[in-house]
C-alpha cells in the first residue's frame, strides 16, 4: 500500500515557475514508477511525466518537454516536479500517482494504482 499527497499547488503568472512535491508513504515505494498526470475542466486526466523507480528513466508528454523536469529523492520517499515557463495552458489539477507498470503503459493513468489527492495549479496570463 502506498499512499501519496501533493503540495506546491498555487496560483502563478505565466512565464513564472512552480515545484510541486509529492510524498509517499509505505512500503517499498522506491520501487515504483512515479508518474505526475493533470487534469483541466471538463476535460480527461493527462500524462505530464515519469520516472522509474532508480530515477534514471525519464519521460515527458510533448507539451512539458524542455519546460518540466520530474525528479525524485527515495532516501525520502519524495519526487517533485520541476516547472518553468508556465502557460495558461497548462492550468489543471496535478496529480502524483505510484504504479509498478512498464514501457508505455506508464503513460497511461489507467495503470497507475495508487494517486494522491492532487493540486491546483493556475497560470494566468
Not at 3 to 23: D, F, K, P, W
Not at 76 to 84: D, E, G, I, P, Y
Not at 94 to 108: E, F, I, K, T
Request: hydrophobic share 30%.
Amino acid at each position: 500500500q502506498v499512499q501519496l499527497v501533493e503540495s506546491g499547488g498555487r496560483l502563478v503568472q505565466a512565464g513564472g515557475s512552480l515545484t510541486l512535491s509529492c510524498a509517499a508513504s509505505g512500503r517499498a515505494f522506491s520501487t515504483y514508477i512515479t508518474g505526475w498526470f493533470r487534469q483541466a475542466p471538463g476535460k480527461e486526466r493527462d500524462f505530464v511525466a515519469r520516472i522509474s523507480w532508480s530515477g534514471g528513466v525519464r519521460d515527458y508528454a510533448d507539451s512539458v518537454k524542455g519546460r518540466f523536469t520530474i525528479s525524485r529523492d527515495n532516501a525520502r520517499n519524495t519526487v517533485s516536479l520541476q516547472m518553468n515557463s508556465l502557460k495558461p495552458e497548462d492550468t489543471a489539477v496535478y496529480y502524483c500517482a505510484a504504479s509498478q507498470c512498464a514501457g508505455n503503459n506508464c503513460l497511461s493513468p489507467g495503470n497507475y494504482g495508487y494517486w494522491g489527492q492532487g493540486t491546483q495549479v493556475t497560470v494566468s496570463s
